[in-house]
């Protein structure tokens, strides 16, 4: 008997126009034709030579994509049932708050002991710290409230002044707190560089979606969760405390705050917590689309009244013909039949299979 296994650290599953597999340990995605992963799973746990008795009429194709998967590391035969079991989808933090973005901007904090507070509190690691028109020393000070917090990963984000930041002042910050693990600039100018400094990018003004990871941790919080909004807490320029930066709906002010208490109830009131649990499985599009396990993806989810969550603005990315907004044969999604706003949610199946038939069949005889 020999029985058809998925290695344990990788993970197979269906989207509209095409199935994918991610192989954690390198990195990879593969992509496969949806039918025939539907063929494997509908005969999980039987041997392969039932599986192809009881699907006599697709054992050619059934066979090409066994050798497919096994050629790339995907599935492997094994004469035991049970050898490598399935991915556990457990919850892999224990921090009721995973990432604080906060704006400074002229050094006006005056509550920084609660934020510090906040991330004790609340095991917070990760941080992304944008610095508005902050003078040097402002910046310093900054930083040097959190050398001796918790944070193990702050992402700074400068706008870049003349004669202000250089290499030498970036040294001095990585020296004063060990935890700058990257440092950005919003509008340095054309061709610039910092000599000798690691970590250091240009950061583009423009906000693309989606940014994909392949990692087994964001594969597992996007089962349940939001992989953006989940567990991220945001103050801003004039101290307002929301979600994330692109959220509508304020939650009061630092500076309003009398204690850290007065913050936790904010954080873990259901209001503040209300979209960390609508994962892209539950919003339409994102849930037909085959990188919606890997995509951190900055746009706040709309509910509708009826029920289901819709974007406003619409993906780069069309999963219904599998296409980039910068590629030859993109159609938005207006045009492919499909519609998602605040009054519901239709795909028109036909006119997406004849967009495909003639995308793809005119791609192929090009190929040749």
Known sequence: ??????????????????????????????????????????????TIEQMMIENRENTIELESCITELIQKNIM????????????????????????????????????????????????????????????????????????????????CVFDYILNEIDSFFLEELISINGAITSMKFANLPENFQFENILHVDLLSEDIHYPKFTTSFNLFTESQKFNTYLNKKLF????????????????????????????????????????????????????KDCEFRHICVDNRIPHQRLQGGY????????????????NEEGYQSLQECGVISNEKGFSIDHEKIAKINALLWDEEEVEAE
Request: glycine residues 2%; contains cysteine.
């Open 1 to 46: 008997m020999s029985f058809l296994k998925k290695f344990t650290e990788t993970a197979v599953y269906n989207a509209y126009s095409r199935a994918i597999s991610i192989d954690f340990t390198i990195g990879k995605i593969y992509f496969f034709q949806p039918k025939l992963i539907d063929i494997i799973e509908s005969f999980w746990g039987i």
């Open 235 to 286: 103050i801003g320029e004039n101290e307002e405390i929301k979600n994330a930066l692109e959220s509508d709906k304020i939650f009061g002010y630092l500076d309003k705050l009398d204690s850290i208490d007065d913050l936790k109830e904010i954080i873990k009131s259901s209001q503040f917590q209300k979209f960390w649990n609508i994962s892209k499985d539950l919003i339409d599009i994102c």
């Open 76 to 155: 492997f035969i094994s004469n035991k049932k049970d050898v490598f079991p399935d991915i556990i989808y457990n919850e892999l933090s224990y921090s009721e708050i995973e990432n604080i973005h906060i704006i400074f901007k002229n050094s006006k904090f005056k509550n920084l002991e609660i934020i510090v507070d906040c991330i004790d509190l609340f095991k917070i690691k990760a941080s992304k710290f944008n610095f508005k028109n902050c003078n040097k020393l402002e910046i310093v000070e900054i930083i040097q409230v959190f050398t001796h917090s918790k944070l193990e990963s702050i992402e």
């Open 310 to 325: 819709y974007q406003i603005n619409e993906c780069n990315f069309n999963p219904y013909i599998t296409k980039w907004i």
